[in-house]
């Protein structure tokens, strides 16, 4: 299949080039705005008793008061707020209201901190538009008059709250996209020139990767509104890395199979053709693995990693396309001026380290394997370590940022749990009026759970059917003592509960307890599912039963060693109080599907070579010869340009670029080089049972050495000398 398909693009340069051109300016023209949200509430399904509170807080309270904004007022000496200070904020705050700014809603004074150098300004916004770009405007322009209003003053003023968390993070993601964009290109553009010395060939996989990144975006602007998905500004950056690392990938595959094709004396059209048709299988298979792990994601509960699943799915899908397409097509049409000046091309190198790797695996097999092995082994032990944050706000921009400056200020002003207090929702389940006597009781349990700074009845709506409990924790709401304070006021608040009333806990504190729950049901989903649909496609691609057993255990054992380095680097290393929570499963997916694609590569070779008549060891050190250095250009391209997300200047891209590109480096140059093929020749011939697909083919009767070669497969089982040299 795949030797027809270069066949038809082969002969068709043109036409496929342009299908391409027509198909990028009808879905860029037509694709939709792709929507961001930001608010983590958005995240979680309806069924979360944290988001049954919230609807219950809008039916009941539709008019309550909840901050969006927050104005955190200080003197620019650091001293404490004279009276003359107070005048000034009143003036400012009662100003703010009458500019009627858009999304606003209510601007209040707020309450002075306990040592009087603090004191604040709260804004309500329309709930409706949290994290939308409508109400990222608003809070600009709330920011701007703020500061506006404060000039000629002694005051230093300070937005913050989680609609001006919303807009720094967005600034954020804008800053990071362009670091990891140019980044990401300037590493590809070296390293292509240092392996290949020919200027096209390095600027060319930019030039169609990027038709094919506008083209992916359109289409996933379309997914996202057709199946009404959440979108965040973070996935962006990893789009970014994602489309130009993997397509890179692909075109490193089909670049170097087609110079070998060439040196073996193809014409530079066969050669093409014949380089699609032996390894067109393993790029589609590896991106069968990407791209169904991807889909797994679709299982999660968690709103971000529904939308990113599809989302990466769609871009490493456009890129297999234009790998088997888009790129032979054009390199074909360009033919061997590609590799312009250098002319290393037109002989096969002696590849002396990768042979001598080669040599060395074949030898001592069983010694590599251990080696290996207990490498990895060593590097999982940190997952013991391992904790998770929920403050995606802060881990998505610099602690520099406005917003996080009053984060943190306030934090140290107030009770830590004040800027995100905890609400219970006491409700009668006949819907007659509660029975108010029972509230200070009620109160003052809620008061004494551990972790509680203080608990109090704030509010019942006309009906008398629900009152709202405010409860101020200890601690600051993404913390892991303050989710493990809010789980034992959601025991208190459901038992005490008087009779015939139930009660919900909301507030943010009780939202990151869900996800936290949301993140444990995607580790018993979707890693299983990913791991048996990858399994399915090794073994189809490989027909065996037993090669993806041990193959997808190797990846699972890598996952193990990066998300360990990845606990001693952040946790141990910089003081990070956790790892962002949604790490673990997007590690997890691009470390074991991306990660696969080498083994992919790696055993596909292996599989080629034993087919030619050596056996197990030997066909394990060919394959390493021949592989090896397709799998080290590639695995570094990928892990450099996800190691540029560390430049982004967030915690959440540092962690992520850190994890993938240490995972992608261990599946390339341990997995890959070292476990796979030293596993597969000590397995022998029964790791392809029951396909038996590493015997050599015998030509039929009659056919061998008689009429002209045709065709790749023909000509390969002849094209080896004594020493594995092609041509």
């Known amino acids: 299949m795949f030797r027809r398909i270069g066949n038809v693009v082969v002969r068709h340069p043109i036409w496929t080039i342009v299908a391409w051109l027509i198909a990028a300016v009808a879905i860029v023209a037509t694709a939709p705005s792709l929507p961001s949200n930001s608010d983590e509430s958005s995240f979680l399904p309806k069924s979360y008793e944290s988001i049954k509170a919230a609807d219950l807080q809008q039916k009941a309270f539709p008019s309550a008061f909840t901050p969006s904004a927050i104005a955190l007022y200080q003197r620019t000496d650091g001293g404490k707020l004279t009276a003359d200070d107070q005048k000034d904020v009143a003036r400012i705050t009662t100003e703010l209201g009458k500019k009627h700014i858009d999304q606003v809603q209510k601007v209040v004074p707020g309450q002075p901190s306990k040592d009087g150098r603090y004191t604040l300004t709260l804004v309500q916004m329309d709930s409706k538009n949290a994290g939308q770009p409508i109400q990222n405007d608003a809070a600009k322009e709330l920011r701007d008059e703020a500061k506006k209003l404060a000039k000629g003053t002694d005051l230093d003023v300070k937005l913050g709250g989680s609609a001006v968390e919303a807009l720094d993070q967005e600034d954020s993601s804008k800053r990071g996209e362009a670091i990891i964009g140019i980044g990401t290109f300037a590493i590809i553009l070296v390293t292509l020139l240092i392996i290949f010395r020919a200027p096209l060939l390095a600027i060319l996989p930019l030039v169609l990767i990027g038709l094919v990144s506008a083209v992916a975006n359109g289409l996933i602007a379309y997914a996202t509104k057709l199946f009404d998905l959440q979108a965040n500004s973070s ?60 889909l797994a994601l679709v299982l999660s509960t968690l709103g971000f990693l529904k939308q990113m699943g599809p989302a990466l799915a769609i871009a490493v899908g456009a890129t297999l396309v234009a790998g088997l397409t888009l790129i032979p097509a054009v390199v074909s049409l360009i033919g061997p001026k590609v ?51 929920f403050d995606l706000a802060s881990g998505s921009m610099p602690k520099t940022k406005e917003s996080m400056v009053v984060q943190d200020r306030m934090q140290k002003a107030y009770s830590a749990g004040a800027a995100a207090p905890t609400d219970v929702y006491l409700s009668s389940t006949d819907g007659k009026p509660l029975d108010r006597s029972a509230f200070d009781a ?210 959440l891209l540092s962690e992520m670029g850190f994890a993938v590109s240490f995972g992608i480096t261990v599946a390339a140059f341990v997995m890959a080089m070292f476990f796979t093929p030293s596993l597969t020749a000590l397995i022998g011939h029964a790791a392809w049972w029951p396909g038996h697909g590493d015997r050599a083919r015998v030509p039929a009767a009659g056919t061998a050495g008689s009429g002209p070669v045709r065709g790749d497969e023909e000509r390969d089982s002849t094209a080896h000398d004594p020493a594995g040299r092609r041509g």
Do not use: C
């Open 442 to 651: 009620y109160a003052r349990k809620l008061g004494a759970v551990d972790g509680v700074a203080n608990a109090r009845m704030s509010q019942v709506n006309k009906a008398g059917t629900t009152a709202d409990f405010t409860v101020t924790l200890k601690y600051e709401a993404s913390t892991d003592k303050a989710i493990d304070a809010v789980g034992r006021v959601r025991d208190v608040a459901h038992n005490e509960a008087p009779g015939g009333t139930e009660a919900l806990v909301g507030g943010m504190s009780s939202i990151f307890k869900d996800i936290d729950a949301a993140v444990n049901h995607d580790y018993r989903t979707v890693f299983p599912v990913a791991a048996l649909l990858i399994m399915v496609i090794l073994g189809l691609l490989l027909r065996s039963v037993v090669a993806p057993w041990y193959l997808i255990a190797s990846v699972g054992l890598g996952f193990g060693a990066t998300l360990g380095a990845t606990v001693w680097v952040f946790q141990e290393g910089q003081g990070h109080s956790g790892l962002m929570f949604m790490l673990p499963v997007i590690m997890y997916l691009f470390v074991v599907a991306i990660g696969t694609d080498y083994n992919i590569l790696m055993i596909a070779r292996l599989r080629e070579e034993a087919r030619e008549g050596r056996e197990p060891r030997e066909a394990a050190g060919m394959a390493l010869r021949h592989a090896g250095p397709t799998v080290a250009a590639a695995g570094f391209i990928l892990a450099a340009t996800f190691a540029t997300m560390m430049l982004a200047g967030n915690s």
């Open 339 to 389: 590799f312009w000046p250098s002319k290393s091309w037109q002989q096969e190198p002696q590849n002396a380290r990768f042979a001598a790797l080669g040599r060395s695996v074949q030898r001592r097999p069983a010694l590599t394997a251990i080696a290996s092995g207990l490498i990895l082994l060593a590097l999982s032990t940190g997952i013991v370590g391992y904790k998770a944050s």
């Open 235 to 294: 996935i962006s950056s990893i789009l970014i890395v994602v489309l130009f690392g993997v397509g890179t990938d692909y075109f490193l595959f089909l670049i170097f199979r087609y110079r070998e094709s060439l040196r073996a004396g193809d014409e530079p059209k066969l050669a093409m053709i014949n380089a699609v048709g032996r390894v067109g299988e393993a790029i589609a298979s590896a991106a069968g693995a990407v791209i169904i792990a991807f």
